[in-house]
């Protein structure tokens, strides 16, 4: 037993070109293995092949186990071929089995002749080994080829998931010859079986789709001519799976629906597939083996060639029919993996208590999908097909009719509500209405609902000023005045208001006298609440010094329609919140009566307020404090503090504003 292993090993080792088939096909006893160890041995190793053959003719005596020994020897190296096949097959990787384990099942299924497989030898032993085996050697190797095929099957069925007890040694052979198309149908079933078929990919789904299903009965049905596989033989057909069937447009246009009914349907008789599956007749074998993991093995059918088999008289059928079916049909014949996919469409699967005849065949309903409008609500009727509404268009503006290409290109979202509140406000009007007989009021919209991006407004002769700057032919006595009241005010010993939490605008000792907290003046801390100026700069200008943009300062220029320019807010501030400081020039009196009589002559537009002690802050170059509008009814005040012994001006909130409100303030006019 070892000695022949041994052996061969030893053939197995040698580099001849020939197949590992070739080499066992010259065995036909102890001397043709002898013979075969001696001429493929390498001549380097004569011992080796001297000691082979010696302890094979040691065995010689044991006649009766020669053969089985050698059977065995054949059938190892068979069987590691197999074993790999079928170790692919269990692990589930079966799709990925290399093309050459399928070729060497094919092989080993259909024997072949030793003088076709082999050349004749060409070593003296060899020669002398094919003399003396002669005729005899190729008897062996054909009994041997079959042995080996039968032990093939054996293998493969030890091997091999349980098969029905009911099903032929042959029946596996032919579907294991079949197995590339076993794979195809397998992704199909799977994608029927857990019930996605919505969602399965529209190559799948060639078209016209049928499904069958369990529950009611066909009796008379015969397999529909055509519909066996291409290129299979009548001993290789087997009953498509019951779950599905596949037609093909062009079939439909053939066959009518009384066709499918009588002449396609599947034979009387077959029962449910999951219930014949055990009782071991041909056909609910099949089906079972379509029906599971194993059916897959069974079913050999390719999902393009979309013909339906034979089914189960137990069956219900519901039909659909392409619309489009008569003039071209939309399934491409061919592999399945080299279609283009079709466009998904919708079908229409009837009950199973309507009529079979009128309702069993529903057309598709083709075309682009349309948005269902609302027709009641507070936005239906906004007659979204034929307006075309945009914010610049105003009251006598012709709206345009809106074309075809117009409506394709429409958003289908839910319409913005300017554009519709644009036309309930008649201002498109097809038809002017007097004004109590429009349905609604004018209104605006709030800030929040739609809200402009700031806008860079470019002002004539304005360039913002970030400090107050002493001006004018006094500026320089101006300007060491006030530093020296400023110093006098910090060397002043303070006197520190009794706040203990917080500074309130109204309790605070330095708030009621429009002086800003420090730390020289308040207990509480940064966060006092009465350090506003302190926290603006904050707001406006980071710790490097960089100046923040709009957002952060919250107020920018706008356009009104009859006060020229204005300023809204881009944020809500609170009642009495800082909302922007006021910086100009500071000029004394005698400089302002010179600009306004020679610079300002001829400007509509003045920016020039009482400061402190009898000088004047022109906001002409100043801030964009300085394009705030008066207003009898302000929404901001402004007021004179004094911040760290400097006078200061600023606007504050006189309520609370919201976002994208202009800011005013009542000028106070003497
Ligand atoms: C400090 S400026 C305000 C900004 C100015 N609207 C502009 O475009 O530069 C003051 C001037 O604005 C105009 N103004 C401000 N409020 C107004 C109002 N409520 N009605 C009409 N004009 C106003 C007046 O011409 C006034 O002299």
């Excluded at 520190?496 to 730390?519: G, S, T």
Aim: proline share 6%.
């Amino acid at each position: 037993m070892g000695d022949a292993n041994t052996a061969v090993h030893s053939t197995a080792r040698q580099p001849s070109p020939q197949s590992d088939l070739s080499i066992l096909s010259h065995i036909t006893g102890p001397e043709a293995v002898s013979s075969i160890d001696a001429s493929l041995a390498p001549s380097s190793t004569p011992d080796t092949s001297q000691a082979d053959t010696s302890s094979v003719n040691s065995d010689a005596p044991k006649a009766n186990n020669e053969q089985s020994a050698l059977q065995r020897r054949q059938s190892t190296r068979t069987r590691a071929v197999v074993a790999t096949y079928n170790d692919k097959e269990l692990a589930g990787t079966r799709l990925h089995t290399p093309r050459k384990y399928l070729k060497g099942a094919a092989a080993s299924s259909k024997p072949q002749s030793p003088a076709s497989l082999h050349p004749p030898p060409t070593t003296p032993a060899a020669v002398e080994s094919a003399d003396n085996g002669g005729q005899l050697g190729n008897d062996a190797v054909e009994t041997e080829t079959v042995e080996t095929t039968t032990i093939e099957i054996e293998e493969r069925k030890e091997t091999s998931a349980p098969t029905p007890e009911s099903e032929e040694p042959e029946l596996a052979a032919q579907r294991r010859a079949s197995s590339r198309r076993r794979a195809t149908i397998a992704t199909y079933n799977d994608k029927e079986n857990a019930g996605t078929r919505i969602h399965t990919p529209t190559k799948y789904i060639d078209g016209t789709y049928i499904r069958k299903s369990l529950s009611d009965g066909l009796p008379g049905q015969t397999p529909l001519a055509g519909s066996e596989s291409v290129g299979r033989s009548s001993s290789t057909k087997r009953p498509q799976s019951s779950l599905r069937k596949s037609y093909t447009a062009d079939q439909l246009e053939q066959d009518s629906v009384g066709d499918v009914l009588g002449k396609n349907s599947p034979a009387s008789g077959q029962r449910d597939p999951k219930r014949a599956a055990g009782k071991g007749s041909q056909g609910p074998r099949a089906i079972f083996l379509a029906s599971s993991k194993r059916k897959n093995a069974a079913s050999r059918k390719h999902v393009g060639e979309g013909h339906g088999d034979s089914d189960d008289s137990d069956s219900d059928i519901s039909f659909a029919r392409v619309k489009s079916s008569t003039k071209k049909s939309p399934v491409k014949r061919g592999s399945a993996h080299g279609k283009r996919p079709v466009k998904r469409q919708r079908i229409i699967e009837p009950s199973p208590e309507t009529d079979l005849d009128s309702a069993r065949i529903t057309e598709i309903k083709e075309g682009p999908w349309r948005k269902p409008w609302l027709n009641a609500g507070k936005f239906h009727n906004t007659g979204q097909d034929d307006f075309v509404g945009r914010l610049s268009a105003v009251i006598g503006h012709k709206p345009k009719k809106a074309t075809e290409a117009d409506r394709e290109q429409q958003n289908p979202l839910f319409p913005m509500p300017m554009f519709s509140m644009a036309e309930k406000l008649d201002l498109y009007p097809k038809k002017k209405l007097p004004e109590h007989k429009r349905p609604f009021e004018p209104f605006q919209l709030p800030f929040e609902v739609f809200s402009p991006l700031p806008r860079e407004i470019k002002v004539k002769d304005w360039r913002d000023l970030k400090r107050n700057e002493y001006k004018g032919e006094d500026a320089q006595e101006t300007r060491a005045r006030a530093k020296e009241q400023r110093k006098q005010a910090r060397q002043m010993e303070a006197s520190k208001c009794n706040c203990i939490d917080k500074c309130d605008r109204d309790n605070c000792f330095n708030a009621v006298l429009f002086f800003e907290c420090d730390d020289s003046s308040c207990n509480v801390g940064r966060h006092c609440g009465n350090r506003q100026f302190t926290d603006l700069r904050k707001r406006q200008q980071d710790d490097r010094g960089l100046w923040h943009n709009k957002y952060n300062i919250g107020v920018e220029v706008m356009e009104t329609p009859n006060r020229g320019h204005g300023v809204r807010a881009m944020r809500t501030f609170n009642k009495d919140q800082i909302v922007i400081e006021y910086i100009g020039e500071i000029i004394t009196q005698q400089e302002s009566d010179r600009r306004v009589r020679e610079v300002y002559k001829d400007h509509k537009c003045f920016y020039l307020m009482n400061f402190y002690d009898k000088l004047i802050i022109d906001g002409f170059r100043g801030n964009i404090a300085r394009f705030v509008n008066h207003s009898c009814n302000p929404n901001c005040r402004m007021e004179k503090w004094t911040v760290n012994g400097e006078v200061r001006m600023a606007l504050f909130a006189d309520r609370y504003i919201m976002t994208g409100e202009e800011l005013t303030w009542h000028y106070n006019f003497e």
